[in-house]
């Protein structure tokens, strides 16, 4: 006997973004309805079109008047650490640069703190993210950094969120800076032993003060014969390897790539690997934005993503960050969205989420308010009326 397939229909949306058949960001603006309805059967979407249109189903959502948006896919994410890094910060505001190091501050309080302080951590972010209409998060570890610590982080991790990173090579811990090649060895060998169950990425901060170009090239391969997926941290700080390496390896995506050459726009431009900016990083830091456009003309797919982390950028606000885009990196409103949904599904292999078309998860944020321009034209006002996660009303 088959199952009872329970519908909804969701009517009254003023305005529908469902990026189907949206294939790049140069396509972003075409896929809007307005006075639409959407169906849900179970947890996908079954039907989109006008509300006049609308077949019927078994329960009906009436929304006012709303915009409803694809749930934002946050692809870039330091979620697991314990502590804060706010006196950085305020030292950072007032003339103090930026460095990879203060990473080692988190680490220490990281290491020292109890799973359940961790969990309940991680929790509290996952929450705010998700009221804030964000429905799939990458988190990745690399505040633990030893065996034990780093398989801990993912093991919470892979609790509460769908896509899990390994970052053992986030930072060469204090207890190794005499000898940075044998904390090389430790991941890509005992250390991806134990993480590798529990992860689907690995990723390698590439970058002047944390790994090098060949550091990165061999802690990832041992990943990849592993069977995890990569993805790689470049060009965040200076020009460097990071953005051609992360092209040589077929990675899933090179984050921040903030400053680029001809020859790295052109080489993600010609390949899969998704450009994912980070522009609340450069918010965070008072650093130049990455150049959006220059990617955007080359052709390369442009993910955005917030880098939630508690040192360098402590947002998880995706509509911070379109924002942001739009602002600082003139991308348009309807670029910025498609690259926080369907940008970040790329930058994470997945073609079922990030997008409202037929058969994609049933995963969607109703704005209050009659269009999705009002993310970027009204920054910092909370927007999000109500988040629905495969297919039911979430209760955040
Ligand atoms: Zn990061």
């Not at 009517?11 to 990026?19: D, F, P």
Request: with cysteine; charged share 20%; glycine share 8%.
């Amino acid at each position: 006997m088959e199952a009872t397939v329970t519908t909804t229909l969701i009517t009254g949306i003023a305005e529908l973004v469902t990026h189907a058949d949206a294939d790049s960001i140069n396509e972003a603006e075409t896929a809007t309805l307005t006075n639409a309805a959407l169906i849900i059967a179970d947890d996908r979407i079954a039907w989109t079109g006008p509300a006049t249109q609308a077949p019927p189903a078994d329960t009906r959502v009436d929304l006012n008047g709303r915009a409803v948006i694809p749930g934002f896919v946050d692809s870039h994410a330091h979620l697991i650490f314990a502590g804060d890094r706010a006196q950085e910060f305020a030292a950072r505001m007032t003339g103090t640069p930026y460095s990879a190091g203060g990473i080692r501050t988190t680490v220490a309080a990281t290491r020292a703190a109890d799973d359940e302080t961790l969990r309940a951590n991680l929790k509290r972010l996952t929450t705010e993210m998700l009221r804030q209409g964000t429905t799939t998060v990458e988190c990745k570890s690399g505040y633990g950094l030893t065996v034990e610590d780093e398989a801990r982080a993912l093991k919470l991790a892979r609790e509460q969120v769908e896509a899990v990173t390994y970052l053992g090579a986030h930072v060469i811990p204090a207890e190794y800076q005499h000898d940075p090649d044998a904390y090389v060895d430790l991941v890509k060998g005992d250390m991806l032993d134990s993480c590798a169950p529990y992860a689907d990425y690995a990723d390698v901060f590439c970058e002047r003060g944390a790994f090098t170009e060949d550091q990165a090239r061999e802690i990832l391969t041992a990943a990849r014969a592993k069977g995890l997926d990569v993805r790689l941290h470049a060009n965040q700080l200076g020009p460097g390897p990071g953005v051609q390496l992360a092209v040589e390896l077929g990675a899933a995506s090179a984050d921040h790539c903030t400053f680029l050459n001809d020859e790295d726009v052109e080489a993600l431009a010609g390949s899969q690997t998704v450009a994912t900016l980070l522009p609340g990083v450069e918010f965070s830091t008072r650093s130049p934005y990455p150049d959006a456009r220059r990617l955007i003309a080359a052709g390369a797919t442009v993910a955005l993503a917030t880098d939630c982390n508690p040192g360098s950028c402590y947002t998880d606000s995706m509509p911070f960050c379109i924002a942001l885009a739009v602002r600082e990196m003139r991308m348009s409103p309807a670029e910025a969205l498609w690259a926080a949904t369907a940008g970040g599904a790329r930058a994470l292999r997945r073609d079922d989420i990030g997008h409202l078309g037929v058969g994609a998860r049933a995963d969607f944020a109703v704005l209050d308010a009659p269009s999705f321009l009002h993310l970027a034209y009204r920054p910092g006002v909370p927007l999000v009326h109500r988040v629905w996660k495969n297919g039911t009303p979430a209760a955040c």
